[in-house]
Structures are given as C-alpha cells and as structure tokens.
C-alpha cells in the first residue's frame, strides 16, 4: 500500500513555461514533506519541502504547495530550464519522536524534461 | 565541507553471497539512514542508526543488517544475496539535534547487481 503516490510517470515542458508536478499521499499524519531531485548516476539531491503548519513555500523558482484537505502536494518550477530534467521525488515524515525515529516515505518518482 | 560518501560505487555479486557496503555520513552529521531503490521505485526506508544502535527499522528481512561506528560511519551487509537484492543502496545522513523537520542529505549510492 503506497502512501506517496506520484501518478505522472513522466512530463514534458518547453524552457521558459512551468512544470507542476503532483503528490499525493494516504497518511494523515504526515506532517512533513519534501521533494527531492535526481539526476542518473547521482543520490537524491535536496529542493524544497513544507511543514504542514504551512499550505505554501517558496524558495527561488521553486514553489511548493500543501493542500491538507485533499492530501495533496505539488511542485511549481518557473520558468523552467533544461538543466531542471532530472526524476522528481516526493517524499514526507511522520511527526519527530526522538534520536534515530526520522524515516522518509517517497513516491516512485516523476521524470521531468525540460524542452528546449 | 564532503558531503556524504559510499563506497563502492558498483558491486556485482552471486547469488546467496554476502555483500557489506559502506558509507561515511555529511561532516557534522551523528545519524546515518540506509534506503533500497529499486528500479523504477522511490528509495525505501531500511533502517537508521543513532549512537551505534538500531534505532529503527523498516520491512526488510534479517539478512539485512547494520552497523555504527564510533565516528559515526556505518556499514550495511545484506547475507544470502538473492536476485531481488539487486538496486541502488543509498545512504543518508542527519544532525539529530537539528533533526525535526530537515531534510535528510544523500550519497551518490552503490549499485549492488546480483546475478
């Protein structure tokens, strides 16, 4: 039973427009969430992530948006660019309880190449 | 500052072989994090070390195991290989002080083939 679901396998964009690329998950306890970018032959580099206290967080052309409600994250890039083509991975966290109980639950990944 | 590092980088091994895999966490970090990717998959939690102990662990069998050492490097062995161990092993770090609500930092991986 997947608790992160990324639907979109892969997307496509010109340079220049805006790539969304969309989360959902099952657990409503999650209460942290992040995504993570990955390019081949490299570990999952860092973005940007949101508390859930939160429902927006912005960090240069990257923007995340939480809607609790419907269990549903998604990632803003504008604009976008070729170097963004990377495997998109959303991933969140249980509430922190104590030394070594942080564990991340990922989606399956969204593929997104930046046409240009 | 490095950043987190694994060796080897690739491994191929027989089935029913075991196999340890090493990672040395982000300077600063005390908490280590061992993930599974299969192909096509998002990485899937092993378990984590805090303090050379298990502190927590998800749904793989005993013949994965781990360890901690005092300098805060940890090793992953995975005994009696099977073809379905093949994947990317991924190591992640963290300062468990600065831990609520960080992002974990993650090695480039170490691609394990078992044929």
């Known amino acids: 039973d997947q608790q992160v679901k990324q639907n979109s396998p892969s997307l496509s964009v010109q340079e220049g427009r805006i790539s969304i690329l969309n989360c959902d998950y099952t657990?409503?306890?999650?209460?942290?969430f992040l995504w993570y970018k990955k390019y081949p032959a490299e570990g999952p580099t860092f973005l940007i992530s949101?508390?859930?206290?939160?429902d927006k967080n912005e960090d240069g052309r990257f923007t995340v948006f939480l809607n609790k409600s419907a269990k549903h994250l998604s990632l803003h890039i504008v604009p976008s660019q070729p170097g963004d083509s990377a495997v998109y991975f959303c991933?969140?966290?249980?509430?922190?309880?104590?030394?070594?109980?942080?564990?991340?639950?990922f989606g399956k990944g969204t593929k997104l190449s930046v046409i240009p | 500052d490095a950043g987190v590092t694994q060796s080897p980088t690739h491994l191929i091994k027989t089935r029913g072989q075991q196999v340890t895999l090493r990672c040395s966490p982000k300077?600063?970090?005390?908490?280590v994090s061992w993930y599974q990717q299969a192909l096509g998959q998002g990485p899937q939690f092993i378990f984590q070390?805090?303090?050379?102990?298990?502190?927590q662990r998800g749904n793989f069998p005993d013949r994965f195991s781990g360890h901690q050492f005092p300098n805060y490097s940890s090793e992953l062995n995975v005994n009696a290989l099977l073809l379905g161990d093949s994947a990317l092993y991924l190591c992640?770090?963290?300062?468990?002080?600065?831990?609520?609500?960080?992002?974990?930092?993650f090695g480039n991986g170490t691609r394990l083939t078992v044929t």
């Open positions: 991933a969140a966290s249980l509430p922190y309880s104590g030394a070594g109980s942080y564990q991340l639950t």
């Open positions: 657990n409503s306890m999650f209460d942290y």
């Open positions: 949101i508390s859930s206290i939160k």
């Open positions: 300077s600063g970090h005390d908490t």
């Open positions: 070390y805090y303090e050379e102990e298990e502190r």
């Open positions: 992640a770090s963290i300062r468990r002080a600065g831990s609520y609500n960080s992002p974990l930092h």
